[in-house]
C-alpha cells in the first residue's frame, strides 16, 4: 500500500517550465515502478515518462522526449518530472501512479496506464501561447 500525492501544477506560458512532485508514503518509491501520465480535455490518458523499480531505466513517449525528465529523491521519497519547454499541448491533468511492487514488472507494462497499481489525485497543467 502506498499513497501518492502530486502537486506543482499550474498556468505557465508556453516555453516555461515546471517540476512535479510525487510524494510517497506507506511505501518506498524505490520498491515501485514509477509512471508519470496525463489526460488532456476530450483525450484518453497517454503515457508521459517511466522509471524502472531500481531506478536503472527510464523510459519517455515521443512527444516529450528531450524535454521532460523522471526522477526520484530517495530520501525525501519522492518521484518528479522536470518539464521544460512546455508547448501547449502539455496542457494536461498529470498523474503520477506505482506499480509492480512485489511482482513482476516487464518493459512493455511501464507503457500502459492499466499496469499501474496506485495512482495520485492528479495535478493541473495549463500552458497558454
Known amino acids: 500500500q502506498v499513497q501518492l500525492v502530486e502537486s506543482g501544477g499550474g498556468l505557465v506560458q508556453a516555453g516555461d517550465s515546471l517540476r512535479l512532485s510525487c510524494a510517497a508514503s506507506?511505501?518506498?518509491?524505490?520498491?515501485?515502478?514509477m509512471g508519470w501520465f496525463r489526460q488532456a480535455p476530450g483525450k484518453e490518458r497517454e503515457f508521459v515518462a517511466a522509471?524502472?523499480?531500481?531506478?536503472?531505466?527510464?523510459f519517455y513517449a515521443e512527444s516529450v522526449k528531450g524535454r521532460f525528465t523522471i526522477s526520484r529523491d530517495n530520501a525525501k521519497n519522492t518521484v518528479y518530472l522536470q518539464m521544460n519547454s512546455l508547448k501547449f499541448e502539455d496542457t494536461a491533468v498529470y498523474y503520477c501512479?506505482?506499480?509492480?511492487?512485489?511482482?513482476?514488472?516487464?518493459?512493455?507494462?511501464?507503457?500502459?496506464?492499466?499496469?499501474?497499481?496506485?495512482w495520485g489525485q492528479g495535478t493541473q497543467v495549463t500552458v497558454s501561447s
Open positions: 501512479a506505482a506499480g509492480g511492487e512485489g511482482g513482476r514488472f516487464y518493459y512493455t507494462d511501464h507503457f500502459k496506464s492499466s499496469s499501474y497499481d496506485y
Open positions: 506507506g511505501r518506498t518509491v524505490s520498491s515501485y515502478a
Open positions: 522509471m524502472r523499480w531500481s531506478g536503472s531505466r527510464t
